[in-house]
């Protein structure tokens, strides 16, 4: 079974601070994992997909995410904020042998302040 | 740039009442999604077509819930009779092909918003 749990349903951070939205994943595979994101009234946008290459994986925006193995995390980052990034990210876990069938956490409600 | 389509984007509908959703994938997406998100919750696949055949729909609550892909192309979810919990949004997703390529990007629509009364 596979699944990932997202640690932080809300985070607020001030404009041109850093953005830090935490993801754990389990699979009983070698995972691909995945950053959504969701503006108000929009469908969902991929950020970033982690696929077994390199563990460092840059997207679009500016955010990047980490594959930490030993942690089973693959936590979002961006290092300034910027007040069209507030919309809900979702973590994303699948599997090669799941059909691409795509498993989503319950999402993390960014709100950037001035 | 190619997106997926789907109508309408919002459903009110009385419980007891039947209410039918439509995705048009970007073209050439063999593989087709359908997810259902209810409020302050992730997507939860609901059913998977390969052209026109059903790969998954395990989560597909049968008794209320149909969808098809007559032709591999557009695609109806209908629900019949709909239920006060069925109120969430519907998300229509397509990707190029099934398992074998790692990780196919799904590319979501902008999902019908359903609201049961």
């Known amino acids: 079974a596979q699944s990932v749990t997202q640690l932080d349903s809300h985070v607020s951070v001030s404009e041109g601070t850093p953005v830090l939205l935490r993801c754990n994943y389990s699979?009983?595979?070698?995972?691909?994992l995945f950053w959504y994101v969701q503006h108000p009234n929009k469908g969902l946008q991929l950020l970033l997909k982690?696929?077994?290459?390199?563990?460092l994986v840059k997207g679009i925006n500016g955010f990047e995410a980490e594959f930490k193995k030993s942690e089973t995390s693959f936590h979002l980052t961006k290092p300034s904020a910027h007040m069209s990034d507030a919309a809900e990210y979702f973590c994303?876990?699948?599997?090669?042998?799941?059909?691409?069938?795509?498993?989503f956490g319950t999402g993390t409600q960014l709100k950037v302040e001035l | 740039e190619a997106e997926v389509a789907q109508s309408p984007r919002y459903k009110i509908t009385e419980k007891s009442q039947a209410v039918a959703f439509w995705c048009d994938p970007i073209?050439?997406?063999?593989?087709l999604y359908w997810y259902r998100q209810i409020l302050g919750q992730g997507p939860e696949l609901l059913v998977q077509?390969?052209?026109?055949?059903?790969?998954?729909d395990s989560q597909l609550p049968k008794d209320r819930f149909s969808a098809e892909r007559l032709k591999g192309v557009d695609s109806t979810l209908k629900i019949q009779p709909a239920e006060l919990g069925d109120s969430a949004m519907y998300l229509c997703?397509?990707?190029?092909?099934?398992?074998?390529?790692?990780?196919?990007?799904?590319?979501f629509g902008p999902g019908t918003r359903l609201t049961v009364l």
């Open positions: 077509f390969q052209d026109e055949s059903v790969v998954d």
């Open positions: 994303v876990v699948s599997f090669t042998g799941g059909g691409n069938k795509l498993t």
């Open positions: 997703a397509s990707s190029l092909t099934l398992a074998g390529v790692r990780n196919n990007e799904q590319f």
């Open positions: 073209s050439g997406h063999a593989t």
């Open positions: 699979s009983s595979y070698s995972p691909s």
């Open positions: 982690y696929t077994s290459a390199a563990t």
